[in-house]
Structures are given as C-alpha cells and as structure tokens.
C-alpha cells in the first residue's frame, strides 16, 4: 500500500535530526500505533501476515464439502426475516 502525505517543513527537520526520514518516521508511528490497538483489544500474539492467513484457509481446504450456488441466496441466508 502507498499513501502520500505532506509533512510540514518543521517536522521533517525535527525527523530528519532524529536521523530518520520523514517516511521511516511516519512508518514508525503506524507501527506504534498497531502495537497499542493490539494491546488495548488484549491480543497478545503478533498478527499473521496476508500470506500466513492466505495458507491457513488453503490448508485442509479438500475436505470442504462443495456447496450448491442455491446456499448462497440471500433467501438461504435470511430463511427466518421477511
């Protein structure tokens, strides 16, 4: 993913003092702010990469039974609502 920002002229050379770019620094902040999401919802363990969930859902994926396109109607899935 990219995303772009403007940084202000002060900040950047306040980062850059750091030693830092404006990017590392804006990639710093992000993380940061993940570790302390995960921290205020109680998870512990390190969240998996798209790759890891990706090979997670693929595993054992032969044993899922194949399923009729008639399951997944809205009318299948909201059998009981009007």
Same mark, same amino acid.
């Given at each position: 993913?990219? %995303?772009?920002?403007? @940084?202000?002229?002060?900040l950047? *050379? $306040?980062?850059?003092?750091? !030693?830092?770019?404006?990017?590392e620094? %804006?990639?710093g902040? @992000?993380?940061?702010?993940?570790? *302390? $999401?995960?921290?205020?919802? !109680? ?5 998996m990469?798209?790759?890891q969930?990706?090979?997670?859902m693929? *595993? ?9 396109d008639?399951?997944?109607t809205?009318?299948s899935?909201?059998w009981?609502?009007?």
């Open positions: 993913m990219q %995303v772009t920002i403007e @940084i202000p002229d002060e950047a *050379a $306040e980062v850059r003092a750091r !030693g830092l770019t404006p990017e620094y %804006v990639r902040l @992000i993380e940061e702010a993940a570790r *302390a $999401e995960d921290k205020e919802s !109680g998870e512990s363990r390190p969240r990469t798209m790759d969930f990706l090979k997670g693929a *595993a054992n994926s032969e044993k899922t039974p194949q399923l009729p008639e399951a997944f809205r009318e899935f909201y009981d609502h009007d």
